[in-house]
């Protein structure tokens, strides 16, 4: 069974940095591309980017470009999303999913609150 | 970047009846293999999003069959077919075919 667990809740202040993870069980971990997502409060769905942890290439929206990075450790099946400076815009929740074959994770609120 | 746009925003139905969502596409969403990867998705209140149908009419496993897609090109549609209390929730589609991969901006299905 193909399932994925994020980390747990974060509570950071704004210019702090932080990395979230999604650690990914039941298949090959290389072979498929696995992405983030964000959903603020009461809002919609919006894809932030992708990678492919076999070869690690990584695409992202405009809108994310430059205010995240996606990473993988193949070596552990799990990918991360980290910010390196939080602003209090960034409080949302962040999934990640495999998109192929449906697969999400439960979710990782991240609340930043001075 | 592909942009989908979905009507209504909102949708009442009554038990029993039909759902129609739309999803349009600002460009074709048919990709260079053949395939057009259009999804749609179902996100119940407090849960994360969950396949019902991919590349346009593909029940993915364990969707009701009361569940269907249609369309091609840059017009799509989720239908359900008889509404029950447990389909509330928000409905997006989403675009595969092309990166950056996008979604719709969701429809909210509620009984009335």
């Known amino acids: 069974e193909v399932q994925l667990v994020q980390s747990g809740a974060e509570i950071k202040k704004p210019g702090e940095s932080l990395k979230i993870s999604c650690k990914a069980s039941?298949?090959?971990?290389?072979?498929?591309?696995i992405g983030w997502v964000r959903q603020m409060p009461g809002k919609g769905l919006e894809w932030m980017g992708i990678?492919?942890?076999?070869?690690?290439?990584?695409k992202y929206s405009p809108s994310f470009q430059g205010q995240v990075t996606i990473s993988a450790d193949k070596s552990i099946s799990t990918a991360y999303l980290q910010w390196s400076s939080l602003k209090a815009s960034d409080s949302a929740m962040y999934y990640c999913?495999?998109?192929?074959?449906?697969?999400w994770g439960q979710g990782t609120l991240v609340t930043v609150s001075s | 970047d592909i942009v989908l746009t979905q009507t209504p925003p909102s949708s009442p139905v009554t038990l029993g009846q039909p759902a129609s969502i739309s999803c349009r596409s600002s460009?074709?969403?048919?990709?260079?293999?053949?395939?057009?990867?259009l999804n749609w998705l179902q996100q119940r209140p407090g849960q994360p999003p969950r396949l019902l149908i991919y590349k346009v009419s593909k029940r993915f496993s364990g969707v009701p069959d009361r569940f269907s897609g249609s369309g091609a090109g840059t017009a799509f549609t989720l239908k359900i077919s008889r509404v029950e209390a447990e389909d509330v929730g928000v409905y997006y589609c989403?675009?595969?075919?092309?990166?950056?991969?996008?979604f719709g901006g969701g429809t909210k299905l509620e009984i009335k």
């Open positions: 460009q074709s969403l048919v990709h260079n293999d053949g395939n057009t990867y």
């Open positions: 039941g298949y090959n971990f290389t072979e498929y591309w």
């Open positions: 990678i492919y942890p076999g070869d690690s290439e990584s």
């Open positions: 989403m675009q595969a075919t092309q990166f950056p991969q996008t």
């Open positions: 999913a495999r998109f192929t074959g449906g697969s």
